[in-house]
């Protein structure tokens, strides 16, 4: 069993930028694909990025494209999303999950093991 913690969110203006981190206990992250999701009041919980077992793969959100990247490090046990160019839409609670394959899915109910997220809020 893994336990997340997320860490890093924040109130940042339109355009500026922050690194979320999300750090693991118990077992080490290095058994899991990873993923980010976010959710906003009143709407559901979406795939944002996610990065497989051995960080080689990686996969984004349309809406994050070109402006997120997710990586990790399985020697710490942590995984990362460093968010730039950030929008008013990108606010959110951020949720990092962990995911007992090798591939990250992009789909909330394939993921075991999930962080209480951190909120990141973008001002216009």
């Known amino acids: 069993q893994v336990q997340l913690v997320e860490s890093g969110g924040g109130l940042v203006q339109a355009g500026g930028s922050l690194r979320l981190s999300c750090a693991a206990s118990?077992?080490?992250?290095?058994?899991?694909?990873m993923g980010w999701f976010r959710q906003a009041p009143g709407k559901e919980r979406e795939f944002v990025a996610g990065?497989?077992?051995?960080?080689?793969?990686?996969s984004y959100a349309d809406s994050v494209k070109g402006r997120f990247t997710i990586a990790r490090d399985n020697a710490k046990s942590t995984m990362y999303l460093q968010m730039n160019s950030l929008k008013p839409e990108d606010t959110a609670l951020y949720y990092c999950?962990?995911?007992?394959?090798?591939?990250?899915?992009?789909?909330?109910?394939?993921?075991?093991?999930w962080g209480q997220g951190t909120q990141v809020t973008v001002s216009s």
């Open positions: 118990g077992r080490t992250i290095s058994f899991y694909a």
């Open positions: 990065i497989s077992r051995s960080g080689g793969t990686t």
């Open positions: 999950a962990a995911d007992n394959t090798i591939i990250a899915h992009t789909t909330p109910g394939n993921y075991d093991y």
